[in-house]
C-alpha cells in the first residue's frame, strides 16, 4: 500500500514542480493560485528548489519572462487563474507558436463581471484556440501527476508545445487530501534534463519570434496544427509510462461505468467526482448510465470519443463555461461537431452548470439525465441548469 | 534565407520558425514600403556621417569619395536623415507612383 500524506493541493502541486527541478518560476499572484506560487517562493528562498523565482507585476509579464527563460534553455513554471489568464492571452499564443515547452496550472476561476474569485471553465475556453496543449484534472493526485507528465510531454521533440494543467480553483485546489507522493529518484529517471532543440546563445546566433509576412505566415501555422495533432500518441505514451512507474493510468477520455451504457456524461474537472455519484445513483435506479472524463481538450481527442460514444443512446455534456449567445457550453458545441458525419451517434445534449462557483450536486446531474432522455420538450440549443425563475 | 518566402512548403520551416542564419534580413528588401527618398545635395554634404549615425535600418553607406547615401533597396523613408542633417542637405522627395 502506497503512503499517502495530507496537504493542501496547492502545495502539492508546488511540490511536484520542485520534483521537475524547474529553473524559473515567474508568477502573479492571483486568487485562487495564490498558494502555489507562494509555496514555490519559499521552497526557492528556502533552498530547496534551486531556481530563479520571478516576481513580476503582470500575468503578460509572467508568461513574458517565462518566453524568455524558455529560449535560454530553461525548464519554467507558471500558474494563473482566470482574469490573470486573460492578461496572459496575447503572450499564450506565442509562447505555444514559438514552441517553448513552458508548463502553466491554470487554477480555474471565472471571469468578472460581476467580480467573482470561484470556479468555472470560463478562463480557459476563452483561451482555448491558443496552440496549448491543455489537461483537465479531477483531484489532487491528477493535478500532481499530471504536472510531472506535462514537462515530459513538453519537452519530447516531437512535441515541443506549452501545456496547461487546469483544475478547479477552491473546489480542486484549496482541498487537502491524501496524496501518493513520488520519489525525486523516480522523477529523475522519468524527467530527463531539458535538452532544448534552439537556445538563445552568443557563440550560435539565431532569431527567435521573427516576423512572417502574409507569403509565409499560414504555412507556420500548418506546422503548429500538425504538431498539436501529432502530440497525442506522445501524451498517451507518457502517460503510459507514467502509469508502468506508479500505477495510475491516465487517457485522453477515461470511462466510468460504461460497460453496457446507453447514457453517457461526458464532463471535465472536479465535476466528475460528482458525477461518478450521479452514475452510481442511476445505476441504483437501474438506468444505465456511464461517465466520460474528458482529460485531454487539446489536442481533442476525436478517436476515442466517436468510439466511446458509439454504443450510446443519449450524450449528456456538462460545461463549466458558457459561449453567451452562441451554441452552448464549448465542449458540447465540439462534441456534437464531431460527431455530426457519424452515420449513428447519439442524441447529444448540452447543459451548462457550476458557473461562478455554484454548486453542481448529484441531483443537477441526473437531473440534466432526465432532461435529456425524456419527452422533447420545445428544443433549445442548451440549457442553463439550477437557474432561479420567477413563477 | 536560401530562397524567397512564398517558395518554401510548410514542411520545409523550423520548429518555432527560428531562423537559424544570423543577417538573412539582408536579403528581404524592404525599400517599396517608401513613399518620400532622401535626395542629397553634394555641393551642401560635409561627409560629417550624423545621417548613417541616426538612420535605423540602417541603409546609409558610404560612398568611395566620401559621401553618404541611402540604399533604396532598404531605405524606408522615414526622413530622420534629412531632419538630423546638420547642413540641411537632405531633401524628402515624393516617390513618383
Known amino acids: 500500500m502506497t503512503k499517502r500524506i495530507g496537504m493542501e493541493v496547492s502545495l502539492a502541486l508546488s511540490e511536484a514542480v520542485k520534483l521537475a527541478d524547474v529553473d524559473c518560476v515567474a508568477a502573479y499572484p492571483i486568487t485562487p493560485q495564490t498558494h502555489t506560487v507562494e509555496h514555490l517562493s519559499e521552497l526557492v528562498a528556502d533552498g530547496h528548489l534551486d531556481a530563479e523565482f520571478i516576481p513580476v507585476e503582470s500575468e503578460h509579464s509572467a508568461m513574458s519572462v517565462c518566453i524568455g527563460a524558455a529560449a535560454v534553455g530553461a525548464r519554467t513554471f507558471t500558474s494563473t487563474a482566470g482574469p490573470g489568464l486573460a492578461l496572459m492571452h496575447e503572450l499564450l499564443f506565442i509562447a505555444s507558436a514559438m514552441r517553448f515547452p513552458i508548463v502553466m496550472a491554470v487554477v480555474n476561476r471565472t471571469l468578472s463581471a460581476p467580480l467573482n474569485i470561484w470556479n468555472d471553465h470560463s478562463d480557459i475556453m476563452a483561451s482555448r484556440d491558443c496552440g496549448w496543449i491543455q489537461v483537465f484534472v479531477e483531484n489532487g493526485q491528477q493535478a500532481f501527476d499530471q504536472t510531472i507528465c506535462a514537462y515530459r510531454i513538453a519537452e519530447d521533440r516531437q512535441v515541443l508545445l506549452p501545456v496547461a494543467v487546469n483544475l478547479d480553483g477552491f473546489s480542486l485546489s484549496h482541498m487537502v487530501e491524501?496524496?501518493?507522493?513520488?520519489?525525486?529518484?523516480?522523477?529523475?529517471?522519468?524527467?530527463?534534463?531539458?535538452q532544448p532543440l534552439y537556445t538563445l546563445h552568443p557563440d550560435q546566433p539565431m532569431t527567435m519570434g521573427a516576423f512572417a509576412m502574409p507569403e509565409i505566415f499560414m504555412e507556420t501555422?500548418?506546422?503548429h496544427e500538425v504538431a498539436l495533432r501529432q502530440a497525442k500518441p506522445v501524451i498517451q505514451k507518457v502517460w503510459d509510462e507514467w502509469a508502468n512507474l506508479t500505477g495510475r493510468q491516465y487517457q485522453p477520455i477515461e470511462g466510468y461505468r460504461m460497460e453496457g451504457a446507453e447514457i453517457g456524461i461526458l464532463a471535465?474537472?472536479?465535476v466528475c467526482?460528482?458525477?461518478?455519484?450521479?452514475?452510481?445513483r442511476l445505476r441504483e435506479q437501474g438506468k444505465a448510465a456511464g461517465l466520460l472524463k474528458l482529460r485531454l481538450w487539446r489536442p481533442f481527442p476525436f478517436e476515442e470519443l466517436r468510439q466511446m460514444v458509439a454504443k450510446l443512446k443519449t450524450l449528456v455534456v456538462v460545461d463549466r463555461a458558457l459561449s453567451t449567445g452562441g451554441p452552448g457550453g464549448p465542449i458540447f458545441s465540439e462534441v456534437r461537431s464531431a460527431l455530426y458525419d457519424e452515420q449513428k451517434h447519439p442524441q447529444v445534449s448540452g447543459f451548462i452548470a457550476g458557473l461562478g462557483g455554484r454548486d453542481v450536486p448529484p441531483e443537477h446531474i441526473m437531473e440534466m439525465v432526465t432532461r435529456a432522455t425524456g419527452a422533447q420538450e420545445k428544443k433549445e440549443e442548451f440549457t442553463m441548469i439550477g437557474i432561479r425563475e420567477r413563477g | 534565407m536560401a530562397k524567397p518566402m512564398e517558395q518554401y512548403t510548410w514542411e520545409e520551416l523550423t520548429v518555432g520558425s527560428v531562423v537559424t542564419e544570423p543577417g538573412n534580413a539582408r536579403e528581404y528588401k524592404t525599400g517599396d514600403w517608401r513613399s518620400q527618398r532622401p535626395v542629397v545635395e553634394k555641393e551642401q554634404c560635409i561627409k560629417c556621417a550624423v545621417c548613417?549615425?541616426?538612420c535605423p535600418e540602417p541603409a546609409v553607406y558610404e560612398t568611395e569619395d566620401g559621401y553618404y547615401l541611402a540604399n533604396l533597396e532598404y531605405c524606408k523613408g522615414c526622413g530622420i536623415c534629412a531632419q538630423e542633417c546638420l547642413t540641411g542637405c537632405i531633401t524628402m522627395v515624393e516617390e513618383e507612383k
Open chain 1, 221 to 223: 501555422k500548418k506546422v
Open chain 2, 52 to 54: 548613417w549615425i541616426f
Open chain 1, 268 to 270: 471535465a474537472g472536479g
Open chain 1, 273 to 280: 467526482e460528482v458525477a461518478m455519484g450521479a452514475v452510481d
Open chain 1, 178 to 194: 491524501p496524496l501518493a507522493f513520488v520519489s525525486q529518484e523516480l522523477v529523475n529517471r522519468f524527467l530527463p534534463a531539458y
